[in-house]
């Protein structure tokens, strides 16, 4: 076959502008419809996100140009893309790397810095025998120097230097972010597969979901995890309810939400029970509200008032004022004769008694006054049996 002439060959490469431009959206209208892989490209890390057509070409192109990026930083800081995408707010992004096949059940663990002072820290740490054999009467006072050097360098290795964020996992970093609703649902929905109980699990820093929107005050994601199951009454780490921490924190409708969910006001650990916090921080109006919950926990809430305002019998008269003063809305005309007549009994609380009786909205309620009046002569105190006569005489005729 003959080659084309020179003039015949110039005049096929030559193209026009519009054919140029129907050729470039043709192809670019091609590379649209095949742009979106359904699997990674062969010989892609374990890991490289599977994008699908319906992700909005923005999100699907950031994750697709980030992933390697993220992988990377994931193994330079020690936070997985899903976590890093939630630090930094892409909601977006992060369900994409859900779609993808991000695990949710994935931890936060920032790689300690490989030097000789980290080293010798953890072996002094580990090995306190050794420790001690080297240290000697200074044992103490050396570790005690390791253990605060220790929380530094884990601090700076830290994503944000933030110590709190170290052993999340993608749901309860998603809490502590305020993640959407919707969002956060999903995470629940396909953690459950990778890890049933996922909505009661603990990170490693002993977290649970639960716990830390009632203690961060997240009222819609409490009403979230409780809807979707999670347990009002599972423990951290740390031995702490959802309840304890509404109650520290003064959270009023949370707390209020979980009494509701069956969570116990009293617990049988070691540690402060819901109502003991309540009463150290002052929290009259969280057990006001919990009195209208139903009668067990009126009953329940009574009955550890009583207990403490009759453990202050026995304090200075300043302390029980004060409890008196802001336990007010909490105190009915009942409540306070019932502790007047125990405070009766007790040698030298007549400066309490007094602080009962002018408290009372209303007289003294005639069914006990003849108990106050017959335990009064009984105390021995002149100055109880003189108030009580005084305040109190009793009528002839």
Same mark, same amino acid.
């Given at each position: 076959?003959?080659?084309?002439?020179?003039?015949?060959?110039?005049?096929?490469?030559?193209?026009?502008?519009?054919?140029?431009?129907?050729?470039?959206?043709?192809?670019?209208?091609?590379?649209?419809?095949?742009?979106?892989?359904?699997?990674?490209?062969?010989?892609?890390?374990?890991?490289?996100?599977?994008?699908?057509? @319906?992700?909005?070409?923005?999100?699907?192109?950031?994750?697709?140009?980030?992933?390697?990026?993220?992988?990377?930083?994931?193994?330079?800081?020690?936070?997985?893309?899903?976590?890093?995408?939630?630090?930094?707010?892409?909601?977006?992004?992060?369900?994409?790397?859900?779609?993808?096949?991000?695990?949710?059940?994935?931890?936060?663990?920032?790689?300690?810095?490989?030097?000789?002072?980290?080293?010798?820290?953890?072996?002094?740490?580990?090995?306190?025998?050794?420790?001690?054999?080297?240290?000697?009467?200074?044992?103490?006072?050396?570790?005690?120097?390791?253990?605060?050097?220790?929380?530094?360098?884990?601090?700076?290795?830290?994503?944000?230097?933030?110590?709190?964020?170290?052993?999340?996992?993608?749901?309860?970093?998603?809490?502590?972010?305020?993640?959407?609703?919707?969002?956060?649902?999903?995470?629940?929905?396909?953690?459950?597969?990778?890890?049933?109980?996922?909505?009661?699990?603990?990170?490693?820093?002993?977290?649970?979901?639960?716990?830390?929107?009632?203690?961060?005050?997240?009222?819609?994601?409490?009403?979230?995890?409780?809807?979707?199951?999670?347990?009002?009454?599972?423990?951290?780490?740390?031995?702490?309810?959802?309840?304890?921490?509404?109650?520290?924190?003064?959270?009023?409708?949370?707390?209020?939400?979980?009494?509701?969910?069956?969570?116990?006001?009293?617990?049988?650990?070691?540690?402060?029970?819901?109502?003991?916090?309540?009463?150290?921080?002052?929290?009259?109006?969280?057990?006001?509200?919990?009195?209208?919950?139903?009668?067990?926990?009126?009953?329940?809430?009574?009955? @550890?008032?009583?207990?403490?305002?009759?453990?202050?019998?026995?304090?200075?008269?300043?302390?029980?004022?004060?409890?008196?003063?802001?336990?007010?809305?909490?105190?009915?005309?009942?409540?306070?004769?019932?502790?007047?007549?125990?405070?009766?009994?007790?040698?030298?609380?007549?400066?309490?008694?007094?602080?009962?009786?002018?408290?009372?909205?209303?007289?003294?309620?005639?069914?006990?006054?003849?108990?106050?009046?017959?335990?009064?002569?009984?105390?021995?105190?002149?100055?109880?049996?003189?108030?009580?006569?005084?305040?109190?005489?009793?009528?002839?005729?």
């Amino acid at each position: 076959m003959r080659p084309l002439p020179r003039r015949a060959r110039i005049q096929q490469q030559r193209v026009t502008p519009a054919q140029s431009s129907t050729t470039a959206s043709t192809s670019a209208g091609t590379a649209q419809v095949t742009s979106a892989p359904q699997r990674p490209p062969v010989g892609a890390p374990v890991g490289a996100p599977v994008l699908r057509r @319906h992700e909005p070409p923005a999100t699907a192109a950031k994750l697709q140009s980030s992933w390697v990026t993220a992988v990377l930083d994931a193994q330079k800081t020690g936070v997985p893309p899903l976590q890093r995408a939630l630090l930094d707010g892409d909601f977006a992004v992060a369900e994409a790397l859900l779609d993808a096949g991000a695990s949710v059940k994935a931890e936060i663990r920032p790689p300690l810095v490989s030097d000789h002072a980290t080293t010798c820290t953890l072996f002094s740490l580990a090995r306190p025998d050794a420790f001690a054999l080297r240290f000697g009467e200074h044992e103490t006072l050396y570790r005690n120097e390791c253990i605060t050097r220790l929380a530094m360098l884990t601090e700076e290795a830290s994503p944000r230097r933030r110590l709190e964020l170290n052993g999340t996992n993608a749901l309860t970093l998603a809490v502590a972010c305020r993640a959407p609703d919707a969002l956060l649902a999903k995470l629940c929905a396909l953690g459950s597969r990778e890890y049933p109980d996922i909505l009661n699990h603990r990170d490693a820093c002993g977290r649970t979901p639960l716990a830390t929107a009632a203690a961060a005050g997240h009222l819609n994601q409490v009403v979230l995890l409780l809807g979707l199951g999670a347990d009002p009454d599972r423990t951290t780490g740390f031995g702490r309810r959802a309840l304890q921490l509404a109650a520290e924190a003064g959270h009023r409708d949370i707390f209020i939400i979980l009494l509701d969910s069956g969570a116990r006001l009293e617990t049988g650990d070691e540690s402060e029970s819901p109502l003991e916090l309540c009463v150290r921080h002052r929290r009259a109006d969280l057990l006001e509200a919990g009195q209208h919950v139903s009668s067990a926990h009126r009953a329940a809430i009574s009955a @550890h008032l009583l207990a403490h305002a009759k453990a202050l019998l026995g304090a200075g008269d300043a302390e029980f004022a004060t409890f008196i003063r802001w336990a007010a809305p909490l105190l009915t005309d009942r409540r306070l004769a019932q502790l007047a007549i125990s405070a009766v009994r007790v040698p030298g609380a007549v400066g309490k008694l007094v602080i009962l009786c002018d408290n009372l909205a209303a007289p003294f309620p005639v069914e006990r006054l003849w108990a106050l009046r017959m335990l009064a002569g009984r105390s021995g105190d002149p100055e109880i049996i003189a108030y009580v006569s005084a305040r109190y005489p009793v009528r002839t005729g």
